[in-house]
């Protein structure tokens, strides 16, 4: 069943900077998100990379001993780190360095004390890149469907931040081909390929829609009601993108008001999407009430039996598989089997005979040929 989970290891990312202290300081900090190796000197990176490129370098100006200009120098005429994403860092301005640098293709040059934010989010966009030019490799339903969605998703934070409501018209027409590929059994190089992504809230939003429809499409639903499945898992936890980081990616357990604060993500989600101009209300009832449980331990309201219905019911069994199997910076995915023998064990907080189906889909799928 090894489809269904998230088995992708984290991106590896070489960092190649002569200050141990610098490097040692920045391999830490990333160790959390990335598969990090720290090189002093340009003779040991480069031996090594050659052999095993990482996804993305991050250069500084001052490796011993010829300099990181040297070294990007060497990189582009080895044809295995010719095309590599570099991002350059440098102590001093820079001056000679990075515009040397971006002549040899290198878009990012940071300046060092670096904002350990702006790193993060420059390394997300080059491995993101690189994961992208992936998908043109599959069938072309599949590749649409992860294009589209990926493109309507990457407008949501700024429609957060400007309070504006979302567009319902263009997440549906970005749904379509990922509900087409669900309809017609061509979904697995979709869930696949959506692993290498290192958007974490669109990663499991992907999976989510894609594992909803599924479940929909298993059952009988179809047409406009399958939609409303597949958009609402995409739309579902649209409000995490007003959680701070340091909530969202905290390993270990959340504190009361921190705790408050992700919970927060329902109800910022509702406000988002009750905006909307046309959206079902079959796609506010996912987003409400994904975290709602059958016994009331569930929240933002503590809703239980009757006042759930279908929807909800597969919202939650599906929210938790994808929770469960996801890749977190602070935790390895749960393979599929062992999720579903969590779920079981959760005894009334989910619908039982919902929980079953869904587990025989995803049994019956796994053992279909592709
Ligand atoms: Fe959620
Ligand atoms: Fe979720």
Request: aromatic fraction near 6%; hydrophobic fraction near 40%; proline fraction near 6%.
């Amino acid at each position: 069943m090894k489809e269904f989970g998230n088995t992708a290891h984290k991106p590896p990312v070489a960092v190649v900077d002569g200050d141990s202290t610098h490097r040692d300081a920045l391999a830490g900090a990333l160790a959390a998100f990335y598969d990090v190796v720290g090189y002093g000197d340009s003779i040991q990176a480069l031996e090594d990379m050659a052999s095993q490129p990482p996804d993305v370098v991050i250069l500084d100006e001052w490796v011993p001993p010829d300099g990181g200009l040297k070294l990007l120098q060497t990189f582009r005429g080895i044809d295995t780190l010719a095309a590599i994403p570099v991002i350059c860092t440098s102590a001093e301005t820079g001056v000679e360095f990075f515009p040397s640098a971006r002549g040899m293709g290198v878009s990012i040059t940071l300046n060092k004390p670096i904002k350990f934010s702006q790193l993060l989010s420059s390394i997300s966009a080059q491995v993101n890149r690189a994961a992208e030019k992936e998908w043109d490799k599959i069938e072309p339903v599949q590749q649409s469907a992860l294009k589209k969605t990926i493109t309507i998703f990457n407008t949501i934070p700024d429609l957060i931040d400007a309070g504006k409501p979302l567009p319902y018209g263009e997440v549906k027409d970005s749904c379509e081909p990922l509900v087409a590929a669900v309809t017609s059994n061509q979904y697995k190089d979709l869930l696949r390929n959506v692993r290498g992504h290192d958007n974490y809230s669109y990663v499991h939003s992907l999976r989510v829609a894609t594992f909803l429809s599924l479940f929909g499409n298993t059952i009988g639903i179809e047409g406009g009601d399958l939609m409303v499945l597949s958009t609402g898992g995409l739309v579902h936890d649209i409000g995490k993108m007003s959680i701070p980081c340091g909530v969202l990616n905290k390993p270990g357990k959340l504190e009361g008001s921190e705790w408050d604060v992700m919970k927060s993500h329902v109800n910022v989600t509702i406000h988002c999407l009750e905006d909307s101009p046309d959206i079902p209300k079959g796609v506010i009832t996912i987003a409400s009430q994904h975290h709602e449980k059958l016994d009331g331990s569930g929240y933002p309201k503590g809703l239980s039996g009757t006042d759930l219905n279908d929807l909800a019911r597969m919202a939650t069994i599906v929210d938790i598989f994808g929770a469960l199997t996801d890749r977190r910076c602070y935790k390895d995915p749960v393979p599929p089997e062992k999720a579903l023998a969590i779920m079981l064990d959760m005894k009334d907080a989910l619908d039982r005979e919902l929980l079953m189906l869904f587990r025989e889909m995803l049994l019956d799928a796994a053992t279909d040929a592709d």
